[in-house]
């Protein structure tokens, strides 16, 4: 798809989508488009085996460096977790591997990923948003470092969560192309209705790309009942975690009004976002 693909008018259109078909790209030796999760018929979907994706170049700047990696965790968080060591360093390679040149992570590469698979863009985020989309582009807290391109598209809008209550938001139903948002989820009382509200925000043919950490050996759990964790080295509330997420992550996006979602495991399993679409 070339930016001259994309024309005002229709959501679908916006998107690149003139026949209800996503143009995914068709370069099968670089990029599998099949989803993940392939929808058999109205309420049957059947697993495909992920296929890794070679990280040759930076798929949010295009530079091809070797990615360079620090350690981020800290013992506490790895002991409240419940982390194996194995597990701590898949969690420490998603956050800590980086492109040298725009310092994006492993987690913000997954999502750059998932964003322009979902636009059916073959090439790193900074072409996309080059080619000048014209879609109306949801950012809820900034994603990662990815707001650098994303605020230079015309239709973006950034919001902060808690400030913005993802559970319940001001916008009009269905007035969103794409939705994104990274590792807020887990932060969120009620994830299952601030997805619902993401479905609601988009409109036909949109769909909301994420990231939450994973630890795909077990499964979700909430932590009401267990002592606080944060996600960060204070003890603000925003970054204290509801949820830990395992392999049936999913499970909540059914619940929420989305029939569609594809795994994007950029490295798996340490790296890997969600694509999700509304059932209209
Ligand atoms: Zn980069």
Redesign the pocket.
Known sequence: MVASDLAEGSPRARLGWDDGTPRLNTDHDRVDPTPILQRVDADQYRLRVPVPFPISH?H????D?PPQQSAVLWPELVDEWGLSTTEAESVDRREGQF??????SLRS?SLALAITRSMGWRG?LASWVDSGPTLRLLEVNRAGNLTQWLERLPGHQLVEYPHVDLQSMTFSSRTWDLIVHSDTLEHVDDPIAALHECARLLDSGGCLCFTIPIISGRMTRRRDSLPPSYHGLSSDPIYRVVTEYGADFWSQLFESDFDHVELVPLQWPDAVAVIARPRW
């Open positions: 930076c949010c700047c295009g530079a460096e492109c040298p040149v725009c310092q994006a590469a790193p």
